[in-house]
């Protein structure tokens, strides 16, 4: 059974920092790229940040680009975002998904449950 569990979410002043991270179960995780997506209150999903099978290639939406930066550690079977002046539009729950395939864009098909940030002073 493919599971995807994230954590290192919490209550933040703006400025801070929160890294989260996603531990993977139940498939190859080397294999597969892997992203992280947001949901903020009221609002649809955005995707946040994307990194392919192998770590050499990652892709950031505007909004998080230079302060956002996406990991792995692949004999972990760990995914990882450390958050870095944070804002109070970074308010969300992320979300922790499995690729397709081993690339860093395409589908998805399995989402783990969530981790929520508040960004809040």
């Known amino acids: 059974e493919v599971q995807l569990v994230e954590s290192g979410g919490g209550l933040v002043q703006p400025g801070g920092s929160l890294r989260l991270a996603c531990v993977a179960s139940g498939f190859t995780f080397s294999n597969y790229g892997t992203s992280w997506v947001r949901q903020a209150p009221g609002k649809g999903l955005e995707w946040v940040s994307g990194i392919n099978s192998g770590g050499g290639s990652t892709w950031y939406a505007d909004s998080v680009k230079g302060r956002f930066t996406i990991s792995r550690d692949n004999a972990k079977a760990t995914l990882y975002l450390q958050m870095n002046s944070l804002k109070a539009e970074d308010t969300a729950v992320y979300y922790c998904?499995?690729?397709?395939?081993?690339?860093?864009?395409?589908?998805?098909?399995?989402w783990g449950q969530g981790t929520q940030v508040t960004v809040s002073s």
């Open positions: 998904a499995k690729n397709l395939d081993s690339n860093w864009y395409g589908e998805y098909d399995y």
